[in-house]
Nanobody, 120 residues
Framework: VQLQASGGGLVQPGGSLRLSCVAS????????MGWYRQAPGKQRELVAT???????NYADSVKGRFTISRDNAKDTVFLEMNSLKPEDTADYYC???????????????WGQGTQVTVSS
């Protein structure tokens, strides 16, 4: 099972980026999916989560600027980031809770990060 994130890069303050994360492998159903980030020297923190039915939750620091969405048919989660600030600079990681074909439940499965740098 893998989570492959993409879409990071260098952007100026006020700019936008769209992150994507695709799940693959022996997955029967994906429940919650989410994005987390870790800035240099800081702990990993929640950015946003989304349930299989589309309910969302955001960190206060990104509310109104970031939007999480998912395409259940493609096992993909997105993070649309607008009005980016230098303090949004971090490695962004996607995560999911899923059930495999044997019926086992996995929580907090992580993918590799994608780097986002907001700088002029």
């Amino acid at each position: 099972v893998q989570l492959q994130a993409s879409g990071g890069g260098l952007v100026q303050p006020g700019g936008s980026l769209r992150l994507s994360c695709v799940a693959s492998g022996s997955i029967f159903v994906i429940n919650a999916m989410g994005w987390y980030r870790q800035a240099p020297g800081k702990q990993r923190e929640l950015v946003a989560t989304i349930t299989s039915s589309g309910s969302t939750n955001y960190a206060d620091s990104v509310k109104g600027r970031f939007t999480i969405s998912r395409d259940n048919a493609k096992d993909t989660v997105f993070l649309e980031m607008n009005s980016l600030k230098p303090e949004d600079t971090a490695d962004y990681y996607c995560s999911m809770d899923y059930i495999d074909y044997a019926g086992y439940t996995y929580s907090g499965f992580w993918g590799q990060g994608t780097q986002v740098t907001v700088s002029s």
